[in-house]
């Protein structure tokens, strides 16, 4: 499957659609990564934008992200809450390509959400999953692996995550006819010294693209995830796992940009008993312009897939800012 993305991508480095005109991208997704606390460990993707900075300008975004998870099955329980600040910086190298670093800062443990959680799933009327019949407020990882012998991971608490470093290069930016394309790469560093991250380098490459529908925008992604670092704290890794994102965007105003849309990623974990092979995860979310170059952005995102291997609930609120440094 990899070596099938890798050629693809060679195909459009080699032979970039001519055509160009207008932009083929609104503001974009709201980008957030998963952190369902067994996946949060490694490098994952977001749904995001083909669109690349313009050359010497620069983007600085702070994000904050929230989520909580109660997942369970006769051989595992995972209860736990994670908190997220990240800070990433973007500069537009040539007309082209962009670099950028990512720095998160991140937090996991008991939490204090599960009781809110649990009036929200009252208040509609939605499954509890086992919710109250454990303490609330808990952190628990355990159960068992394929081979029978107990798990447990101990490790929570507040660490510098894996430092990321991107690279983007838009390959077209499209036309009336074609869509705009990118490629991305992501490299995430063995920079966090406990086991709440990965100890040697991951490595991503993303495939980007997006079509203007009038005030609509339809944007499409896959991308391949490959883990040096394979085992971290019992827990076993795949080496190789893709992830696909499709989603829609309204451009409501000039000033306004609502977006939803859909993320799937393959298996990760691949040693706990009877723990789901995917995840699937809906995001809604908005963006709002307070002037040309600064965005304030509000997502929601709920698991609609494999209730008991994903996050239940994530929250993200952003600041996202544009300057010259030319």
Known sequence: ???????????????????????????????????????????????????????????????????????????????????????EFDYGVTPRFELG????????????????????HDFFDMPEGGRPDVPADQFFLGGLQDSTAPFRVHEDGTTLGNVALQAKYLVTKGSDTFPAVSLEGRVALPTTKTNLGHGSVDTTLGLVASKRFGSFFLYTGASWIYYSDTEISQIRYESHHAELFAALEYELSSAWYIQTG????????????????HSLYWDFSAAYLIDQKTAFELLVRENISAARGTIDVDFLLGLNHRFSLS
């Open 262 to 277: 859909v993320i799937w990623s393959g298996e990760t974990v691949n040693n706990i008993s009877q723990h789901p092979n």
């Open 101 to 120: 670093v990512d720095l998160p800062l991140f937090w996991r443990g008991g939490g204090v959400l599960d009781e809110a959680i649990d009036g929200w």
């Open 1 to 87: 499957m990899y070596k099938a993305f890798l050629s693809l991508i060679i195909f459009l480095l080699a032979f970039p659609a001519q055509a160009e005109q207008g932009d083929q991208w609104g503001y974009g997704p709201v980008e957030i990564f998963n952190h369902y606390p067994l996946a949060a460990p490694h490098a994952t993707w977001s749904q995001t934008s083909p669109e690349v900075l313009d050359q010497g300008e620069a983007s600085a975004r702070a994000s904050f992200s929230w989520g909580n998870t109660y997942g369970s099955k006769d051989s595992y329980r995972i209860d736990a809450e994670t908190r997220e600040l990240r800070l």
